[in-house]
C-alpha cells in the first residue's frame, strides 16, 4: 500500500488537510486586497508574482478542500496539528510574491530585492511576517516596491492578532471554534461565544490600528509610512519600510511608536475592558497588566543605567525605546544593537522572551505565566512560614485558588517555560555553530531569544549573509515560539510515528483521540 | 484594631465583612473547611483552621495584641470557652453570642459583653413591624 493510499483511508488526516485548505483562504484574501496596491503603485512584476501565487494558493486550497470534503470536525490534538502545518504553510505564501518578484525583474532588481532570489530569504521573510517577529532579510526596506512594503506590513497585521482568529470570524461554523481559538495561544473569551469574541477582537484591532496611522500622520510621518508603521506596531511585527526602522524618526515620532507598542502588548480582554468603562485605569486593576507596566518602567530604568555604565551617558529615549520594544516583542529600533554593550544585550534577550500581556498580539512565554511562576515561589516561601493550624491562601488576581486549581496552574505555567529554556537553549547552542566568528555568545542568545519571542530586534546576524542552516534555525524558532511550542512537538510527534511506524498510525491517532 | 474571631456562621462571617471593611486586622479562627474557604474568598485575611480548643491556637493567632476576642460560634460552649482563654490572656474586650438564653449568666460572671439569644432580638424586630 502506498502512502498516499494509507493517509486518504485516515479519516483524521482529512479533517487536517480540510483545516489547511480552509486556513489556506485567508492569505488568498490578503493577496486580493493587495492586488489595488500593485495597480496604484504601478509595480507590475509585483502583480504578476501576487496572481501567480493567488492561483497557486487557490488551487492547493481547493485540492485541500476537495481531499477533505466528507472530514468530520477535528480533536483538540488535530486542530493543533493542522494550525501548525498551516502556519508553515503561510510562509511559503508569504515568501513566494518576494522570491517570485525578485526573479522576474532579474538583474535589473536593486540589491535588497535581489536578495529575494534566494528562495530561503523569502521563506525566512514570510514566516517573519506571519509570526510578527520581524527580523528581516531586507538590507534596505526602502528599496524595495512599494507593494512588497505593504505585503511586509499585511502579513504581520494580520499575522499578529492571528490567521487563525481571522478565519473563525469569516469562515463556517463547522470547525471546532474553541480548539482553534486556543492553538493560536489565546485563553480569554470577552464575548459569549468564541466567534463574538473573534469579531470585537477585530473591531479593537483596526480602531487602533486607524488611530496609530492618524498619531504617526499628525507628528510627522508620510501617509504611506504612517499606514505601514502602524500596521507593524499595533502587530507588535516590527517590519520598517526605513532604512534605519525608527531611528529615521524624532522623538514625538519615537514616543508615539513606544505608545502603540504597548497598546500592542495589553491584552485584548482589557482594550475591551478601558474602552466600555472609558476608565485607563482598569489597566492597573489587572495584576498581569499591572505587571506590564512595573517591567515597562523598571527595565527602562535598568536598561538606562547599564547604558551610561557602557558608555558613560546617559540616552534615556533610546534605552527606554529599545525595552519597550522588546518587552512588547515588536521589534522596532531606534539605533544599531550591534554595538551594545553585553548587559543590556542580556536585559533586551530576557524581555523578549518574556514578552507582554497574554491574549495581546506579542510573542514569547507572555506575562500570566511570568505571574504565575512568580507567585508559584511566593506561595513556597509561604507555606514554608505558615503556623500550624493556619490556611493557605492562593491568590491569582484577587480570586482564591483551589489548591487544585492553583496546581494546574503551576503545571501549565512551569511545563512551558520548562519547554521554553529547553528550546531557547537548544536554539542558541545550534545558532552558536552557524554564525560568522565576528558575533560573540552574546549577540547569539540576543538573536535566539528575538526569533523564538517574535520580537524582531537583530543585532546583525539575521541578514541575507547568514548560512542556510541558521536562516533556517531562526524561522524554525519563530514558527515554534508563536504557537508557544506545543502544537509544533505535536505535529513532529506524529511526523515521527509516521516515518518510524506507518502502519500503526491509525490506532494511534484513534487513542489519541480518546485520550485527547 | 486587631481582632480576633472565632466562628465563621453567618453572624460571624457579616462580622468580619464589616471589620475588615472599616480596615480593622482580623484573624479567624474556625474548624470547619468550607466555612473557611468561604471567608478566605471574600477577605484577604488569616484563617487558622482548627477549633477554639487546639492547644495554643490563640498563641497562634497571636492573642497577646489583640485588642478584642470575638465568638461567634452556634455552639455555647465553645464560646465560652473562647471567653475563658481571652480572659487568661488579659484580652481588653470579650465579646460573645450566646444561642442558649440560660446560659447569659455563666458568660456575665466571666465580664464578658454577649449578645444574648441572637433569635429573640431578631422576633422583637419582627413584632415591631405588626405593632
Redesign the interface.
Known amino acids: 500500500m502506498t502512502i498516499s493510499r494509507r493517509i486518504s483511508k485516515d479519516g483524521h488526516l482529512a479533517t487536517i488537510v480540510r483545516d489547511i485548505g480552509s486556513f489556506l483562504l485567508i492569505p488568498a484574501g490578503m493577496i486580493v486586497v493587495s492586488l489595488p496596491v500593485c495597480v496604484i503603485s504601478r509595480d507590475w512584476s509585483v502583480l504578476a508574482a501576487f496572481v501567480i501565487t493567488l492561483l497557486g494558493v487557490l488551487v492547493v486550497s481547493g485540492l485541500c478542500r476537495y481531499w477533505g470534503r466528507r472530514a468530520q470536525t477535528g480533536t483538540a490534538a488535530q486542530t493543533l496539528i493542522s494550525v501548525a502545518l498551516s502556519w508553515g504553510l503561510l510562509a511559503v505564501v508569504g515568501g513566494l510574491p518576494l522570491w517570485l518578484t525578485a526573479v522576474l525583474i532579474g538583474p535589473q532588481a536593486s540589491p535588497t530585492l535581489k536578495a529575494f532570489s534566494d528562495i530561503s530569504n523569502a521563506l525566512f521573510e514570510g514566516m517573519s511576517g506571519f509570526t510578527s517577529a520581524g527580523l528581516t532579510m531586507s538590507l534596505r526596506p526602502s528599496q524595495l516596491p512599494a507593494s512588497l512594503q505593504w505585503w511586509r506590513s499585511l502579513m504581520q497585521w494580520t499575522g499578529g492578532v492571528g490567521v487563525i482568529a481571522f478565519a473563525i470570524a469569516l469562515l463556517d461554523p463547522t470547525h471546532n471554534h474553541h480548539a482553534l481559538f486556543k492553538a493560536e495561544g489565546r485563553q480569554d473569551q470577552i464575548r459569549l461565544t468564541v466567534s463574538a469574541t473573534v469579531k470585537r477582537i477585530w473591531i479593537i484591532y483596526s480602531g487602533y490600528t486607524a488611530v496609530g496611522i492618524l498619531l504617526f500622520r499628525l507628528l510627522g510621518m508620510s501617509w504611506w509610512e504612517a499606514i505601514n508603521h502602524s500596521m507593524s506596531a499595533i502587530s507588535t511585527g516590527g517590519f520598517s519600510i526605513t532604512d534605519s526602522s525608527m531611528g529615521a524618526y524624532d522623538m514625538p515620532v519615537q514616543l508615539a511608536v513606544m505608545v502603540m507598542m504597548v497598546a500592542g502588548a495589553v491584552a485584548f480582554s482589557r482594550h475591551d475592558i478601558i474602552i466600555r468603562q472609558r476608565d485607563p485605569l482598569a489597566l492597573w486593576r489587572d495584576q498581569q497588566h499591572r505587571l506590564l507596566l512595573v517591567l515597562l518602567l523598571v527595565g527602562s530604568g535598568l536598561v538606562g543605567l547599564e547604558h551610561y555604565a557602557a558608555h558613560q551617558r546617559f540616552d534615556w529615549l533610546g534605552s527606554s525605546f529599545q525595552w519597550v520594544s522588546a518587552l512588547s516583542t515588536c521589534g522596532f529600533s531606534s539605533q544599531p544593537l550591534q554595538f551594545w554593550s553585553d548587559g543590556n544585550k542580556l536585559l533586551l534577550s530576557l524581555a523578549m522572551v518574556v514578552g507582554g500581556a497574554a491574549g495581546s498580539t506579542v510573542g514569547g512565554l507572555k506575562l500570566n505565566r511570568l505571574l504565575v511562576l512568580i507567585k508559584t515561589v511566593v506561595w513556597r516561601l509561604q507555606g514554608n512560614v505558615l503556623s500550624p493550624h493556619e490556611r493557605m491562601s492562593r491568590r491569582l488576581d484577587g480570586s482564591l485558588l483551589q489548591p487544585q486549581q492553583a496546581l494546574q496552574q503551576v503545571e501549565s505555567a512551569t511545563s512551558l517555560a520548562v519547554l521554553w529554556m529547553a528550546v531557547l537553549f537548544a536554539g542558541i547552542w545550534c545558532l552558536a555553530a552557524v554564525v560568522p566568528t565576528e558575533y560573540t555568545l552574546t549577540d547569539v542568545i540576543f538573536e535566539t531569544a528575538s526569533a523564538l519571542g517574535a520580537a524582531g530586534l537583530s543585532t546583525g546576524i539575521a541578514a541575507p549573509s547568514l548560512f542556510w542552516v541558521g536562516k533556517y534555525l531562526l524561522m524554525l524558532l519563530m514558527w515554534m515560539g508563536r504557537l508557544e511550542i506545543v502544537p509544533v512537538l505535536l505535529l513532529f510527534n506524529l511526523l515521527s510515528e509516521y516515518l518510524l511506524l506507518p502502519g500503526r498510525l491509525t490506532g494511534r491517532l484513534a487513542r489519541r483521540h480518546g485520550r485527547l | 484594631m486587631y481582632l480576633i474571631v472565632v466562628g465563621a456562621e453567618s453572624e460571624g462571617r457579616r462580622f468580619i465583612d464589616m471589620a475588615v471593611d472599616q480596615g480593622h486586622t482580623v484573624v479567624l479562627?474556625e474548624a470547619d473547611e468550607e466555612r473557611?474557604?468561604q471567608v478566605?474568598?471574600k477577605n484577604?485575611i488569616?484563617?487558622?483552621?482548627?477549633d477554639i480548643a487546639?492547644s495554643s491556637?490563640l498563641q497562634?493567632a497571636s492573642v497577646e495584641q489583640a485588642d478584642a476576642v470575638i465568638a461567634a460560634t452556634h455552639d455555647d460552649s465553645k464560646n465560652l470557652m473562647a471567653m475563658v482563654l481571652a480572659q487568661e490572656f488579659e484580652v481588653e474586650t470579650r465579646i460573645s453570642l450566646v444561642n442558649q438564653p440560660s446560659h447569659s449568666q455563666m458568660f456575665e460572671r466571666l465580664g464578658v459583653k454577649s449578645v444574648r439569644d441572637p433569635a429573640k432580638i431578631i422576633a422583637g424586630y419582627l413584632y415591631d413591624y405588626i405593632s
Not at chain 2, 46 to 50: A, D, H, K, M, P
Request: hydrophobic share 45%.
Open positions: 479562627i473557611a474557604r478566605l474568598e484577604n488569616r484563617v487558622l483552621q482548627g487546639d491556637i497562634e
